[in-house]
């Protein structure tokens, strides 16, 4: 039985005319950043965090530079062995194999999605599917894995991503991605590549981190682009605060107004309904 979404079928008024679909709102957007080669973005070792001083000293300087000037950064020594993650990429495997009816209509389906429900457009449509695996063990703060897989995508065309450019709406998004390249970050007005790293996790840092530190930290812009030939795995693990809790910064004067994280998506949610997009934090500056 097949295993793979079927995104042209449920999707067919977004691929018929591809080529003329959307132009006005992705043209903008391929006009922000234009596409480098792969690139080896900054690594930070965490053995050091652990050694003496002036060593400790100077690793922290690294990830702050690196949350600073990149919003992204790769970590390596993060203590979660290889054998641990090649078998997560193998269960990962398993899981997606299965029949699509078993992923989208049977026990599955609570944490299951693909695709984009409400997509009018290429720039709210993604090119994946996801097992969402809420963690709800932490009294304050709240974590959930998200099991992430790119199938090969046919329809050639630079508006069909895996998924679509965005910046992460938590505090922070460790990132466990496989050997095939695809993700790409937005620096100093160009898409860079990242090239895979099997020894490294990602940190992506997310909007209530940036606001948390009044703007010091950035949420980054990132995208995934689709592959004609093979398929992408991912898992990330999402850090996130509990609903009520309120974002504000204790430095001054403050960038954004506080804010319950409740608001916050409430108005991501908002502004995708309304705008077709999400706008973020510039809805909450001062």
Known sequence: ?????????????????????????ESVH????????EYEIPLVDLSRLSLCNLEQKEGKRELAS??????????VNHGVSCDVLTRLQREQVKLFRQPFQNKALNSLADYYSWGAPNAATFMQFSWSEAFHIPLNNMPVLKEFNSNLRYPPCPVSSSKVYGM????????????CQDHVGGLQVAKDGKWVSVKPNPEALIIIIGDLFQA???????????????????ERFSVGYFFCPTIETVIQTCKEPPLYRKF??????????????????KIGLSKFLM
């Open 30 to 37: 391929e006009k922000k950043p234009m596409i480098l080669d």
């Open 212 to 230: 948390w530190s009044n703007g010091v930290y950035k949420s980054i812009e990132h995208r995934v682009v689709t592959n004609h030939e093979v």
């Open 164 to 175: 679509v450019p965005h910046t992460d709406s938590d505090f922070l998004t460790i990132l």
């Open 1 to 25: 039985m097949e295993s793979e979404p079927p995104f042209q079928e449920i999707y067919k008024t977004l691929f018929v005319n591809f080529s003329e679909e959307g132009t006005n709102s």
């Open 66 to 75: 690196a949350a600073n000037q990149w919003g992204l950064f790769q970590v």
């Open 260 to 277: 319950s994280f409740r608001e916050y998506r409430g108005q991501v949610q908002e502004d995708v309904k309304t705008a077709g997009t």
